[in-house]
């Protein structure tokens, strides 16, 4: 008798459980697996992020790893089917190609507003699309494009540690000094690693303090979101690619061997490169906790040049085929609240977005708080150009044909400014 | 009665229809209508987002011939063609001559060498990522083993096409070598009996009588590797993905990079019918030639 009214009580409750779950709303976020960015891993640990804003809103947020490699296509694909997430954690330079189809949901103008207000110049310069407009809230720990160097290299070439290059010259002579090769002359470790493989986008964000500080427009107006043309084969332009590849065939201070910069510094196969401070920060202390390393803004081409520091980020947006845009706007808000900036910011030792987050320990005394705000003070930011894609293309093929002595600095440049701007004017 | 049975069997043929017409559905729909489609998409600007299309005429097609990415794109893929058709192909004739002949452990060889065909390519691309790395890959390691001078395989723009030739030709070769062990094991032994009585060697009984006789298999696997060839894209996507420098890009890639990384239906859809011409134009010229060499026995 006793098991009939469990069994019974089981049956009634079942329909209530349903009743419950679809009661429930469901978002789903789309976010880039592996370590391709430091700012994913609340989603890679095993806690929950979103287990207050679920608890407080009924809701439940699906959180989806998208293989970083083919997550900008599979966004598209998505899309084109009419199955896209309602938010995605995407990369700053594929937002145009996403604006452009109308396929993400303009941050309400009043949060906006208060967003710009709060946040620090850094994350400003990320997020403004024009007149403040903003398609998206960046992440913390903003990709800042630094010169990362291991100080018990320069040590013992001769250098003192914690002094980085500060123009193209001291830059490839320190690539030479910290260079070396075995008794066959072989090199078995670069003064300086640089990305010359992999999809263009990525090749152009590691070149980016080379070109952009050597003058390149990728396009003249910085918020057209059509129109503007392309500045791409310059004279110090091309002095700066020819360095870079001298580096490699005349110095042999650098490799092509070494297609991966950042893993390469961690290795203690490279004593210099330039790309996000996030990862190095994130990713030093596990994978290489007794590398003793600096970082400074990249070498300008010479005295009387500022360098230039790609600043660049993750946003959370919102998709236009959300069947609950309202709410994973709310999501998203309150992902980027204040107190998670700091709670996340400290947690992974990275760097808030809040100007107030900056003030409060341990950002406010951190010793590479100074240096860090130093190097943003250098910061440009991708123009907002919805050709960024071709335009990206079109340099990210130029510069690999240069290094691997496919086309001369300057047949590669012609080349690549005339595809940048027929990318532009395709969209006129 | 009998009336019906005699119009059946005059129609029979609609009957042959009948049974036919399920797979004939199913091919229409997954490969003749995609395939009408893209030859029409490749006369318009699509956006698949925002659902729009207009028609830019033969302006896709004009682009294509002005394209330096697409120019050497088709020129990659002709000469991997050319590579795999030629190598692989004659590496599994010798690999399945050596198989029919009777061979100690034969069984073994033979699955070993048929493995890699039915392995992932995708996943045998990632290993071979490894095995390519110019300072930890197995490769230079057996090079300087040696005393051999290393390579860079894949990060360099002069042998990254060779690295995904002899990665593609590890991939396929097991495949040509059963193929043409079949078609070398029906030709009937008096052949071979009537060579040695004649004085013929070995070499001379391969070149005079299993090459001509085999000749049907052999054009098969040779139109078969060339379509194959011709719409590479895995090893290449995992590989280099195109690069470096363009060395590795091949036609698919571009469709592929247009269609999904630049969002351009339309162009990518003229890419593909290209790609479609070519090769519908090789397997003409190479089954006209084949015909020459058809053999009874």
């Known amino acids: ?428 | 009665m009998h009336g019906i049975l005699g119009t059946i069997r005059k129609n029979r043929w609609h009957y042959a229809y009948l049974f036919i017409l399920p797979i004939l559905v199913v091919f229409g729909l997954f490969r003749i209508y995609p395939s009408i489609q893209t030859l029409v998409y490749s006369f318009f600007d699509i956006n698949l987002v925002a659902k729009t299309m207009h028609g830019v005429g033969l302006k896709n097609f004009l682009l294509l011939v002005h394209d330096p990415t697409f120019l050497k794109a088709i020129k990659n893929t002709l000469t991997f063609a050319l590579y795999i058709v030629v190598l692989s192909t004659a590496l599994g004739l010798i690999l399945a001559s050596l198989f029919t002949s009777k061979l100690r452990g034969g069984a073994i060889f033979k699955a070993v060498y048929f493995a890699p065909f039915i392995t992932s390519t995708v996943a045998a691309a990632v290993v071979w990522t490894f095995l390519y790395n110019p300072r930890f890959g197995l490769f230079n390691s057996v090079l300087e083993i040696f005393g051999l001078p290393t390579r860079s395989w894949i990060s360099s723009s002069k042998e990254a096409l060779g690295s995904i030739i002899i990665f593609s030709i590890w991939k396929t070769v097991g495949y040509n070598m059963v193929i043409l062990i079949a078609g070398l094991q029906n030709i009937p032994d008096s052949f071979y009996e009537a060579g040695i009585i004649d004085g013929a060697g070995a070499l001379r009984r391969f070149f005079s009588i299993s090459v001509p006789l085999v000749a049907p298999t052999l054009i098969f696997v040779v139109m078969y590797n060339t379509i194959l060839a011709l719409k590479v894209f895995d090893q290449v996507f995992v590989l280099t993905a195109g690069g470096p420098a363009e060395a590795t890009t091949v036609v698919v890639l571009q469709i592929y990079k247009q269609a999904f990384e630049n969002y351009r239906f339309g162009y990518a859809a003229s890419m593909a019918f290209v790609l479609f011409v070519i090769i519908i134009a090789i397997t003409i010229i190479q089954y006209r030639l084949s015909r020459r060499w058809e053999v009874s026995y």
């Open chain 1, 1 to 428: 008798m006793k098991k009939a009214l469990i069994v019974l009580a089981l049956f009634l409750l079942v329909p209530v459980l349903f009743v419950t779950a679809a009661d429930k709303k469901k978002l789903t976020l789309w976010y880039p697996a592996g370590d391709i960015t430091a700012t994913s891993m609340p989603f890679r640990e095993g806690t929950d992020p979103w287990a207050q804003f679920e608890a407080d809103n009924n809701v439940q947020v699906d959180v989806v790893a998208i293989d970083y490699d083919t997550m900008q296509q599979k966004l598209f694909t998505a899309l084109a089917g009419g199955k896209a997430p309602d938010i995605g954690m995407i990369d700053f330079s594929w937002m145009g190609g996403f604006i452009k189809d109308g396929a993400l949901v303009a941050i309400p103008a009043a949060d906006a507003k208060t967003w710009m207000s709060s946040v620090s110049p850094d994350t400003v310069a990320v997020s403004d699309w024009g007149g403040g407009k903003m398609y998206g809230y960046s992440t913390w720990g903003v990709d800042a494009y630094a010169l990362t160097w291991n100080k018990d290299m320069f040590k013992a070439a001769g250098l003192d540690p914690n002094v980085a290059p500060k123009y193209w010259a001291d830059f490839r002579a320190t690539s030479k000094k910290t260079a070396v090769t075995d008794s066959t002359g072989k090199l078995t470790r670069v003064g300086y690693a640089m990305r010359h493989t992999g999809q263009p986008h990525g090749i152009v964000d590691k070149w980016h303090w080379l070109l952009v500080g050597a003058g390149m427009q990728l396009n003249s107006d910085q918020f057209a979101l059509k129109g503007g043309v392309a500045k791409i084969n310059l004279p110090d332009v091309r002095d700066g690619l020819q360095m870079a590849h001298d580096m490699v065939w005349v110095d042999k201070s650098s490799s092509l061997d070494f297609p991966d910069p950042r893993q390469a510094l961690l290795s203690k196969i490279a004593s210099m490169q330039i790309s996000e401070l996030v990862s190095i920060t994130v990713r030093q202390p596990t994978e290489a906790p007794d590398l003793v390393w600096g970082f400074s803004a990249p070498p300008s081409p010479r005295a009387g040049m500022d360098p230039k520091v790609q600043v660049a980020a993750w946003n959370y947006s919102v998709f236009t085929q959300s069947k609950e845009q309202a709410l994973a706007l709310k999501a998203v808000a309150w992902f980027n609240n204040k107190d998670n900036d700091y709670n996340q910011a400290k947690k992974y030792n990275s760097t808030p977005r809040y100007k107030e987050n900056w003030a409060r320990e341990p950002f406010a005394s951190a010793p590479s708080t100074k240096s860090f705000l130093d190097l943003v003070k250098y910061g440009t930011t991708y123009p907002r150009s919805l050709a960024l894609n071709g335009i990206l293309d079109a340099v990210g093929a130029a510069v690999p044909k240069i290094l691997h002595n496919e086309a001369t600095v300057a047949d590669a440049l012609s080349l690549a400014e005339q595809q940048a701007n027929d990318a532009i004017k395709a969209l006129q």
